[in-house]
């Protein structure tokens, strides 16, 4: 726009230049937060690992589990938020599936949320680390 422009039509002009790119941002930060996002993986012995986040009332639901194929077994577990620890804890794998699960409601917070969800059998030292980003 040029100086012979008057002055609230430059003004007119600008906010329509910051609405279109305000709206334009919004919709992918909405779009992450309308599916799952799911990792899986193995463990250093040969378990398996999956680690989901999931949208559930503007929070997100981390879901942990650990499939050893072996029942019994005592795991110690934590979760981390953007590298913070955000909780932890013990479980046995069930007698009938040989596997544990662990859920977990977490803040989103603004921009990425990452989580790892690490466990290490107590009996034999195996470890599991599992990442996902939301």
């Known amino acids: 726009m040029s100086r012979s422009t008057p002055r609230s039509a ?3 002009g600008t906010l329509a230049v910051l609405a279109t ?3 334009g941002s919004a919709a992918p930060v909405a779009a992450r937060h309308d599916e799952d996002v799911e990792r ?4 250093s012995q040969g378990s398996e690992w999956k680690v989901k986040a999931s949208p559930k009332d503007g929070r997100i639901e981390i879901e ?3 499939d050893s194929g072996d029942g019994g ?3 110690k577990w934590r979760l981390f938020h953007n590298d913070f620890l955000s909780a932890r804890g013990r479980r046995r794998t069930e007698v009938s599936s040989g596997s544990f699960k662990v859920e977990r409601e977490m803040t989103d917070l603004a921009g ?3 989580f790892s969800f690490r466990a290490r059998s107590m009996r034999s030292g195996e470890w599991c680390r599992g990442p996902v980003s939301f």
Do not use: K
């Open 10 to 12: 430059r003004v007119a």
């Open 40 to 43: 899986r993986g193995r463990c």
């Open 21 to 23: 790119l305000v709206m």
């Open 64 to 66: 942990g589990e650990v």
């Open 112 to 114: 990425s949320d990452r």
């Open 73 to 75: 077994q005592r795991w």
